[in-house]
């Protein structure tokens, strides 16, 4: 499971550029040039790890002369005193990438670590959990990497690979019969190109009656639903469509939302409020085992 290589690349141009600006004036200053080094990536606290392939992404951008020695592999559980990877070579180097490691590894596995809590919690529900278009712009691929990492499922990447219809769009087409209507005409017109699934979003088991009567769609997304209207959802969709659970759903409250029956329960809180996992990249003089 490994991101996408041109995202990828592109990502860490950009982010080094951003961090190093005309030159890392501290190393430089206090550093001899061509100084040799060796660092180790530090767990600080209980987790799954996520980020690792990143991290030698990183390293091999900033400098293809690093040295990485990869220990625990993305998706291991650690623990705190854990040591993810080695590094070694031009001092200078480590240090331009240690911080744009960190970040993208604490984030990722931050991210992981909920995920793998919540997909345990609601294992043998039979309902999966998926992310959502609420992720930092320009990172969404590594965040939604994470999530996979961690043991759940995406849900659409972008705009592109999927129809959902929400509520500002049936408002704007004039009705929920009239937005399906449109849209599954526009998915036929596309069948030979791309196959677009569709996904509408109900408030109400009126709006829900509707979307049955009209048909078309390939999922029901039941927003802001109480656990007895939820229940209720899924008993009168009975295995029409799938369904999904959405609005308020937290590590809390995650597998009373799953008890009701629903196939997916998406959660924007995977990736717009998680707490990183906390780890250190330390320089040290020690050997490579």
Do not use: W
Not at 68 to 79: H, K, M, P, Q, R
Not at 151 to 162: S, V
Request: glycine fraction near 8%; aromatic fraction near 4%.
């Amino acid at each position: 499971m490994e991101a996408d290589k041109k995202l990828l690349t592109q990502f860490i141009k950009n982010a080094l550029a951003e961090d190093i600006g005309d030159g890392d004036h501290t190393s430089l200053s206090t550093i001899p040039k061509g100084k040799q080094g060796k660092a180790r990536l530090i767990i600080k606290e209980r987790g799954v790890l996520a980020g690792i392939t990143v991290a030698k992404a990183i390293f091999n951008e900033v400098d293809p002369q690093l040295n990485v020695t990869i220990l625990i592999n993305d998706g291991a559980e650690v623990e705190y005193g854990d040591v993810a990877l080695f590094v070694s070579g031009r001092a200078h180097s480590i240090l331009v990438a240690e911080r744009l490691v960190l970040n993208t590894m604490q984030m990722m596995s931050g991210i992981a670590s909920t995920t793998k809590r919540i997909s345990d919690l609601i294992k043998g529900t039979g309902t999966k959990v998926l992310d959502t278009r609420k992720t930092s712009p320009n990172l969404r691929f590594l965040q939604k990497l994470a999530v996979k990492i961690g043991g759940g499922e995406n849900h659409r990447i972008g705009l592109f690979d999927m129809i959902l219809i929400k509520d500002n769009h049936v408002d704007y087409a004039g009705g929920i019969a009239e937005a399906i209507k449109s849209a599954t005409d526009y998915r036929n017109k596309l069948k030979n190109k791309k196959h677009l699934e569709i996904e509408i979003e109900v408030r109400t088991l009126n709006e829900l009656d509707t979307v049955l009567e009209a048909g078309g769609v390939d999922r029901i997304l039941l927003d802001n639903f109480s656990y007895e209207n939820l229940r209720e959802a899924v008993r009168t969709v009975a295995g029409r469509f799938k369904t999904e659970a959405s609005g308020g759903i937290t590590e809390e409250n995650a597998l009373e939302f799953a008890a009701c029956g629903v196939d997916f329960i998406s959660m924007g809180a995977l990736t717009h409020s998680v707490k990183s996992l906390d780890m250190s990249l330390k320089a040290f003089d020690g050997d490579l085992k």
